[in-house]
């Protein structure tokens, strides 16, 4: 893996941070030398971002605060520099300083009286060559353009006013705004909001990850986000991070290495996988179709359906190409008992996804398959009916690998004892995973994945087009056609849900780019899977 895929991967905590930039400093760079070569780092984004910006036309209001920058500046942008005591603070002063000599209009906001040194120096100087600084944000009110330099990674307790009154307004003016490193406000970790945060419309990381950008209740804040790599060598991240990361972003490189492509020339259809779905009744028919069409586009050499059997004749016209079970129904229309064709047992397929639509009724069929040596997914009424037997002793009890894919209100029903997902979705997904020996994928803005042994990944990019009914059915026929792919390869399991997770969000972006964030519905999202990979 090169450099650059690596640092793509890496996700720190604060305390992580901490301790590589303690390794940089011990190893002889100067405290200075490195806030000058970040900075000036930042001062360059900024100034192309302004520049490209000259060239846009008008702000369309409603597409602010998220828009990029899109407001004409004429003659000169005037910038506005969020100030902070700590070496976040210390970054925006030499910003400030460099945008100025660039020929830049620049205030700055600094309410604070204690500064560490560095900062100190930094606003001394800025002040000595005539940057005007001010204790009040309303003396920037008429700036185009803000950077946030008030808090970094040494943000740990909750902002208070003057600062939270300031960062408010800020926020009400809703004018483009570029965190440094992180919006301030935001829990470096868990991305919580300590108070009050800025929302910006960029922010700019500084040398690695901090997790709390990869956290749902961070991302009204973050705007776009993009890494200033400022070459932290690999030694040191590795020294802190050991070899085998413990948190990694999914990337599109490793996503796509895991995918079965190319085909061996020489293969046939059981040898490309073959997958049972077990899903569907007659109340919900379609998640049975949508799980059926998102294993269909993962490729699986054979796939097989099991369904109630009022639903055989839908599912045959939709997917003529798959073996569509018809299986004995209840009262309620839901599967009674699995009646798999003569000469077949579960073992026989190399992987099996359950539950999409599939009521709480068919509690039945779930103990049938947890009792297999198969591996199993398990997503919606699966996850119910799991949840009704006790989540952590069933799977304790298991012999083969298990996927579950909750979102968070099937995870809370599943996990009722573990920390809550709307908190710290990192922490409360390794827990699950800890604890009822899974891999647990929990599906969300951010989907987050964990494995028994505390490995995490994180899918960095997505869309809110996917929060629409059914695009979680696709998700779960995309994953178990991946792994009933990957049954003879020794990939593991937590690598192809990572490759699921990517790939299904890549689709829905391309989909929403192409139709809207309106048009993704989970049909459609199945036809733009196939695209992601051309
Ligand atoms: N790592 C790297 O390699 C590099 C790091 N760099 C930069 O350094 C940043 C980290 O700098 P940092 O450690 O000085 O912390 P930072 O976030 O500026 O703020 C901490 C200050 O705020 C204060 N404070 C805290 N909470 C508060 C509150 N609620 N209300 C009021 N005050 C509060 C706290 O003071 P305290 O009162 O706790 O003594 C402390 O002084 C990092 O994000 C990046 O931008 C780059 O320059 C170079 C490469
Ligand atoms: N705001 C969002 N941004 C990105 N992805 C989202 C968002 N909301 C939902 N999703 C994704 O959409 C899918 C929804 O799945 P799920 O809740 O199971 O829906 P359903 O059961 O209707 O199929 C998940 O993959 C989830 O990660
Ligand atoms: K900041």
Known sequence: MNRQELISQVVVTAQQMREIEGRIFAGGMPVAALMEKVAGLIANRIQRELAETNTY???????????????????????????????????????????????????????FSKLKELTSQH???????????????????????????????????????????????????????????????????????????????HTLCLGLWKLGLLQDHALDYVGKAELIDFDIPLADIHAI?????????????????????????????????????????????????????????????????????SLKSIMVAQLPEALIIGCPETESGALAQLQLPENTDLSKFNAIA??????????????????????????????????????????QKRQAPTVLTPHAGEFKRLFPNISDPNKDRVKAVREAAEQSTAVVLLKGARTAIATPQGIVWLNPESTPALARGGSGDVLTGLLGGLLAQASSKNIPIEDITATAAWWHSQAAILAAQERTELGVDAHTLTQYLLQVLR
């Open 123 to 201: 606003l001394q100087y800025a002040q000595s060559i005539g940057i005007p600084s001010y204790q009040s944000i309303e003396q920037l009110a008429d700036c185009h353009l803000y950077v946030d330099g008030l808090f970094g990674f040494g943000l740990e307790r909750a902002i208070s006013d003057p600062i939270a009154t300031a960062i408010n307004q800020l926020n009400e003016w809703h004018k483009p705004a570029i965190s440094i490193d992180l919006p301030s406000g935001l829990h470096t970790d868990t991305g919580e909001v300590l108070g009050t945060a800025v929302r910006a419309t």
């Open 241 to 309: 991070l050991g070899k085998l990361l413990s948190i990694k972003r999914i990337a599109r490189t490793t996503a796509l290495s895991t995918l079965p492509l190319p085909r061996p020339p020489v293969t046939h259809k059981y040898k490309e996988g073959h997958l049972l779905l077990i899903c569907g009744s007659r109340r919900y028919s379609g998640g049975a179709l949508l799980t059926g069409l998102g294993a269909r586009a993962s490729g699986v050499g054979m796939l097989s359906i099991a369904v109630p059997e």
């Open 354 to 395: 359950c539950g999409p639509g599939l009521t709480r009724d068919a509690s039945p069929i779930l103990q049938e398959v947890l009792d297999s040596t198969v591996p199993l997914v398990l997503d919606a009424d699966g996850l119910n009916i799991l949840a009704d037997m006790g989540t952590i002793p069933t799977l």
């Open 57 to 111: 036309s008008p702000p369309t209001p409603h597409l602010l605060p998220h828009s990029p920058l899109t407001t004409p500046y004429s003659p000169s942008p005037r910038v506005g520099i969020l100030v902070g005591p700590g070496h976040n603070g210390g970054d925006a002063l030499v910003v400030a300083r460099e945008l100025y000599f660039r020929g830049y209009e620049v205030s700055i906001y600094c309410p």
